[in-house]
């Protein structure tokens, strides 16, 4: 069955640096890939998505994310992290699933330390 | 501001009580969901409307009911509910095929 793995369900980074969330799909045939935000009390916002157009792909916020099919990967990166990132990402693949049907990894909460 | 809109915010009913969810989206999509989320868990799909037709039901028990009026309307009807229930309850709306989801805020319910 199709799987979405979030490699580590907290990451802390301190003000201005590095975001690195990492996510790894398992679908045999090719991904159809999402990044959503969710701020505490609200739905999922859309970060990016991945459509096989191009490998590196920006969002929104200052995000972007780079698949890697050798890797399985599709990580997400912002080179500079602001207080407002703080919150809980998720990773979806839309891959196998028939019916619009998304899998969403366990989620990735970050802290963002002053 | 979101698309899909989605009211009450939030709702306490007791387990006997009925009750519904709206969801509201004017963006032409043609699939409709509702995802239930418990804290600190992703999503969890619910139910699919595809044309507004029911086209996936992911064998979620008989006290949630969806309805779809219309191609801009998703009812989530409740009933008897249980306090294992108590969870946001996600509406969500996409064109057809591989295009990303757009989700409302949720309701945050809570069974007495």
């Given amino acids: 069955a199709q799987s979405v793995t979030q490699l580590g369900s907290h990451v802390s980074v301190s003000e201005g640096a590095l975001v690195l969330l990492r996510c790894n799909y398992s679908s045999s045939v090719p991904p159809y890939l999402f990044w959503y935000v969710q701020y505490p009390n609200q739905g999922l916002q859309l970060l990016l998505k991945y459509t096989s157009a191009a490998t590196l792909v920006k969002g929104i916020n200052g995000f972007e994310a780079e698949f890697k099919k050798s890797e399985t990967s599709f990580h997400l990166t912002k080179p500079s992290a602001h207080m407002s990132d703080a919150a809980e990402y998720f990773c979806a693949d839309r891959g196998e699933a028939a019916g619009n049907k998304l899998t969403f990894g366990g989620g990735t909460r970050v802290l963002v330390k002053p | ?112």
């Fill in chain 2, 1 to 112: 501001d979101t698309e899909v809109t989605q009211t009450p915010k939030h709702l306490v009913m007791g387990m006997t009580n009925k009750k519904s969810l709206k969801c509201e989206q004017h963006m032409g999509h043609r699939a409709m969901y509702w995802y239930k989320q418990k804290a600190k868990k992703p999503p969890e799909l619910m139910f699919v409307y595809s044309y507004e037709k029911l086209s996936i039901n992911e064998s979620v028990p008989s006290r949630f009911s969806p309805e779809c009026p219309n191609s801009s309307l998703l009812n989530l009807h409740l009933h008897a509910l249980q306090p294992e229930d108590s969870a946001l309850y996600l509406c969500a709306s996409s064109q057809e095929g591989n295009q990303p989801q757009h989700f409302g805020d949720g309701t945050r319910l809570s069974i007495l």
